[in-house]
Nanobody, 121 residues
Framework: QVQLVESGGGWVQPGGSLGLSCAAS????????MGWYRQAPGKERVVVAT???????NYADSVKGRLIISRVNVQKTVYLQMNSLNPEDTDVYYC???????????????WGQGTQVTVSS
């Protein structure tokens, strides 16, 4: 069984910063890609940022220059440093991991439980 456990999030004033972290555990062989997505009520989940096992990063246009994604492969952990936040960043943020497991070369995708980020004055 695989789990993604998120921490961080919360409330911050506009212009402030928050940090999210997500740790994967369980029967994992290799995590190819880790990332963060966001979802508003009644809307589709959309990508915020992703990072591959070799460090290639991709960001949504709306967060470039403000958010930084990083990962520590040996710890199976991904981080999202969120700076210069504005009310439009308010959403539930979900950790995502695409991985192989010890019993199969197929790729599996898992999600964290979600953490609320609220930006308001």
């Amino acid at each position: 069984q695989v789990q993604l456990v998120e921490s961080g999030g919360g409330w911050v004033q506009p212009g402030g910063s928050l940090g999210l972290s997500c740790a994967a555990s369980g029967d994992i062989l290799s995590i190819r890609t880790m990332g963060w997505y966001r979802q508003a009520p009644g809307k589709e989940r959309v990508v915020v940022a992703t990072v591959t096992i070799d460090g290639k990063r991709n960001y949504a246009d709306s967060v470039k220059g403000r958010l930084i994604i990083s990962r520590v492969n040996v710890q199976k952990t991904v981080y999202l440093q969120m700076n210069s936040l504005n009310p439009e960043d308010t959403d539930v943020y979900y950790c995502n991991a695409r991985m192989t497991r010890s019993f199969s070369w197929s790729e599996y995708e898992y999600w964290g439980q979600g953490t609320q980020v609220t930006v308001s004055s």
